[in-house]
């Protein structure tokens, strides 16, 4: 008890720290910034929701069902999609999250200065990382939690990332509460209404946001399920508790989509309209990729997306590879204890292998189903290595940890 309250003060003496030297740095990238657009992370996107952030302010938040007009206005001209004078540029495709932050923040904030609405996704930054810190802390002690909440902040992604005002910022710090979040639920077998009621939430709160993050909404209680639990993976999720938390975060996100296709519908007066709307873009937008040259075999784009943008310092840098390399070094370690020391297979990594391979694939599944989306959005997309990378992370901790306690005994 004395221990545990002992590494407690240490983890609040850590977390206040980095979270003192975290907001150091991101007030100094917010006076860079000052009213401009962040090159970093999606300008076209930005400038979009900024301007409708302010159409919502000054028509009304109902005047057009909580849709936003994103050529409103006159910032940023030469960014975003250009003013039409014959017609407004109502949004219809992504529901209106980040135009809603906006609108918020304006309201509270008053709209002379663009940098404050960035404080949003700042303070979101903040909380996410303490949460995110907290919560692994209590499934896996102090080092763990020392360990992950650093290399969470570490990666490129998350500073080029972080104070996105169209959405990118905001998806990743949700992703990091729910990521600790189902570790804490599934370690310990917390499958109850508030564990899924929470995960419902968030899935929903990612979902209002944006739409290419949901294979890693949906799926990503899968790891969790492979890495902590002792029974198999089809008899776990066959139990109902289980089965209603994993589904949560995408129904949660699901029934974000649906809302906002409810939105198109009072838009555009019926359900006609609103399905013409989606399919005219769906029909846009394929016909545009495919005619723009980019190379779409998926196998392609992964291996640009783990092997040419990371490097760039863009998106994990180094960081992904240093991890990788301790992964494997922490397999080697136990197959060469388990034979030559141990004599016998004490040490077990088959789960921490299966769990890491199925983070793989979830970080691709948005590549595999949505190539063209892929492809087109090469400066924001390889962002969904973050599942990939946390796991990784995560099971090389585990397995040091259950190396160390073997050498202990």
């Not at 209404?193 to 944006?210: A, E, I, P, T």
Request: aromatic share 16%.
């Amino acid at each position: 008890m004395i221990d545990a309250r002992k590494d407690l003060y240490k983890f609040l003496i850590f977390i206040s720290v980095l979270i003192g030297i975290v907001t150091t740095f991101e007030f100094r990238l917010l006076e860079a910034l000052s009213d401009n657009l962040c090159q970093t992370s999606d300008p076209f996107s930005e400038a979009n929701s900024i301007r409708g952030s302010e159409y919502l302010l000054e028509k009304g938040f109902f005047h057009t069902y909580g849709l936003a007009d994103i050529a409103y206005g006159n910032k940023f001209p030469d960014n975003g999609v250009k003013k039409n004078p014959a017609r407004p540029s109502i949004y219809t495709h992504y529901p209106p999250g980040p135009e809603w932050l906006g609108y918020l923040n304006f309201k509270l904030l008053g709209h002379g200065s663009i940098h404050k609405l960035r404080y949003t996704p700042m303070l979101l930054s903040l909380v996410a990382l303490s949460i995110f810190g907290y919560l692994i802390f209590l499934v896996e002690g102090l080092y763990v939690s020392v360990v992950m909440t650093t290399l969470v902040c570490l990666v490129p992604t998350y500073w080029k990332m972080v104070l996105a005002l169209h959405y990118h910022g905001n998806a990743l710090s949700l992703l990091l509460i729910m990521f600790a979040l189902l570790a804490y639920a599934v370690k310990d077998g917390k499958y109850g209404w508030g564990v899924r009621s929470l995960l419902l939430v968030l899935g929903f709160m990612q979902g209002w946001l944006s739409f290419d993050y949901f294979f890693l909404v949906a799926l990503l209680p899968i790891p969790f399920l492979l890495l902590y639990s002792n029974e198999p993976f089809i008899a776990l999720i066959r139990k109902k508790t289980v089965g209603f938390t994993l589904l949560a975060p995408g129904l949660g996100f699901i029934f974000a989509h649906v809302m906002h296709f409810l939105q198109n519908i009072l838009y555009f007066g019926g359900v006609n309209g609103a399905f013409a709307d989606m399919f005219k873009a769906a029909q846009k937008s394929i016909n545009e990729t495919l005619s723009s040259g980019i190379p779409f075999s998926r196998l392609k784009v992964i291996d640009q997306y783990l092997f040419d943008l990371p490097y760039r310092n863009y998106f994990f840098g180094n960081y992904l590879i240093l991890v990788l390399l301790v992964f494997s070094l922490c397999i080697i370690a136990t197959v060469i204890g388990n034979k030559i020391f141990l004599q016998q297979n004490k040490i077990k990594i088959k789960k921490e292998v299966v769990a890491v391979a199925a983070s793989f694939v979830i970080s691709n599944a948005w590549i595999i189903t949505m190539i063209q989306h892929a492809g087109e959005h090469q400066h924001f997309v390889p962002r969904h290595y973050y599942v990939f990378y946390l796991i990784v992370i995560l099971t090389s901790c585990l397995t040091v940890k259950r190396i160390y306690s073997i050498r202990q005994l």
